[in-house]
């Protein structure tokens, strides 16, 4: 009889090859696994595991973070935040792609994803830096790098689910969230004033107070909805769950009845993406569960403990091997199938290294968002690439050095956990 873990594994990547949704590709694993080999677990027990699976008050912040980031992305959001960025840093040399780095960092205080924050800010963004005389594939891959902030600074998505999958505080996940997005953040302005000096690129003129102050006061609904978002989560007057909803009614406000960007024909509209977009991770997360409960039957979880505890008892070089694990399975599996999956197989591991669970979910959600900016998986280029309408692979090479930036990033995020537990 052929392992079960050969077969899992194995099906699972001929139907990621193949191109089929990965939580379809998930549930079809296990399903071939129980019919090929000799695993037993009732299919009564599936059907109970692929419901309870969603059946979570901690998940039910996803829907309507999702919402909320659709609604304040296309209710106006993104150019008035913009407008705030760049009147205090386009004078610089690369100011305005900085700006745009900024604007980044900000919407992922909404929207916690990073399709969104691309595909919300990307619209706005490529158009202008090209008429500065940027290069389109640049500024393509500037906007796809900035998108990996996006499920880092809070409220993060895949966050959520790392604290849901592994027990740990959402709430304190936020909050270690916030240094490495900043940090993130930092490095790519870097990578754009390198860049800029290089091609001389010319500044926008200066920008006056009193002209800072106007595009401050256009822009404070949304300068303000972060703060409301996060302080009342960490102030203890509601529960991220609760938050999201908050943010909902928020954005709705803000979009609908003060920037009047949206219609009620519009939000109809924006409701029925956010749907879908929810009914996708939720399938992920179902169909992951099942996928989970086969691991577990089959002790792959001990077992790769006890391999990787045969190869290193240092907690330094274990990180460094789940940093090139991860970086690996990003490349191939979207990010919530990869939390899901791997959290029970290496957060046991970590904890018996001593690293803290809080700061182990960083480096994973760090790490994974790579996985966005590198093919063949890659969200953000495919996002980026319908903008702006350049092919993937010239973008892929463009954002190389934005790429390497990052992996910095994360080797200083992984073996500093100050970064991490500063607000523990």
């Known amino acids: 009889m052929i392992s079960p873990t050969i077969v899992l594994f194995g099906l699972l990547i001929v139907f990621l090859l193949l191109s089929i949704p990965v939580g379809f590709a998930l549930l079809l694993a296990s399903l071939g696994t129980i019919i090929l080999t000799d695993v037993e677990i009732p299919f009564s027990i599936l ?8 059946d979570s008050f901690p998940l039910m912040a996803i829907p309507f973070f999702i919402l909320a980031g659709v609604l304040m992305g296309r209710g106006g959001v993104s150019e008035r935040l913009l407008n705030i960025a760049n009147s205090f840093v386009g004078h610089y040399r690369g100011g305005f792609a900085i ?36 290069k389109k594939t640049f500024a393509t891959a500037l906007i796809a790098a900035s998108g990996t902030i996006g499920i880092v600074i809070p409220p993060s998505i895949p966050l959520v689910i790392y604290g ?13 969230g916030i240094i490495p997005g900043f940090i993130m953040g930092g490095a790519l302005m870097i990578w754009v004033y390198i860049h800029a000096e290089k091609e001389k690129y010319t500044p926008d003129p200066r920008v006056t107070w009193k002209g800072r102050l106007h595009h401050i006061n256009r ?34 406000v803000l979009s609908f009845f003060i920037y009047r960007e949206l219609n009620w024909r519009d939000t ?13 991770i939720m399938v992920i997360v179902a169909a992951a569960a099942v996928f989970g409960r086969i691991l577990t039957l089959e002790q792959i979880p001990n077992n790769v403990a006890t391999t990787m505890l045969s190869l290193t008892e240092n907690p330094w070089v274990f990180l460094l091997l789940v940093n090139v694990l991860l970086l690996i399975v990003g490349t191939f599996m979207e990010t ?21 669970p809080v700061h182990f979910g960083i480096i994973m959600i760090v790490n994974l968002s790579l996985g966005f900016i590198t093919p063949p998986l890659g969200l953000n280029l495919f996002v980026a690439s319908s903008v702006s309408e350049i092919k993937v692979v010239q973008i892929s090479k463009s954002i190389i050095p934005g790429f390497v930036a990052l992996v910095i ?5 992984t073996y500093i956990p100050w970064f991490a537990l500063a607000f523990m």
């Not at 109809?268 to 996708?280: M, N, P, Q, V, W």
């Not at 990869?338 to 290496?346: K, R």
């Not at 990033?409 to 995020?413: A, H, M």
């Open 47 to 54: 059907t109970q595991v692929l419901v309870t699976s969603n």
């Open 99 to 134: 700006a745009a780095v900024l604007t980044a960092m900000f919407f992922s205080a909404i929207s916690g994803s990073g399709p969104a924050t691309v595909a919300a800010i990307g619209s706005i963004m490529i158009p202008e830096m090209v008429k500065r005389g940027y």
């Open 164 to 176: 849901v999958s592994s027990g740990t505080s959402i709430g304190e996940l936020f909050k270690a």
């Open 219 to 252: 822009g404070k609904g949304a300068l303000l909805m972060p703060i409301v978002i996060l302080g009342g989560i960490y102030g203890g007057i509601f529960t991220p769950t609760e938050a999201a909803v908050i943010a909902v009614v928020y954005g709705l």
């Open 268 to 280: 109809i509209a924006l409701f029925y993406d956010s749907a879908l977009s929810t009914g996708s």
């Open 336 to 356: 919530i199938a990869a939390v899901i999956i791997l959290t029970p197989i290496l957060l046991p591991l970590s904890t018996q290294m001593g690293i803290d």
């Open 409 to 413: 990033v994360l080797l200083v995020i």
